[in-house]
């Protein structure tokens, strides 16, 4: 997973962590370093099962939080649609 971070003042952690919520619980599951130039953090997971949704949520410092759900694999579609969105000016 590839997390955007906003530009970070000097001084700010350049660390983000990736947290997993299961059966209720919100768990730590790696820590990455944010990129400079692109202010970006990529996680790696690995033997992920894919087998079922997982919400999840992308933290840096004390505040800030993005949340979202990975999705299964959905082996089961014959056809699945997907969407990118650039918000590029």
Known sequence: MSAQLFPLK???ARE???ELQRDGTWTEA???TVLYPGWSAHFRIEKWDASADVPYR???GEKA???GIVRRDPIDKDVIVVANMSCNS
């Open 30 to 32: 790696a820590r990455a």
């Open 58 to 60: 992308v933290r840096h």
């Open 10 to 12: 000097p001084g700010e």
């Open 65 to 67: 939080a993005f949340e």
């Open 16 to 18: 983000a962590r990736l």
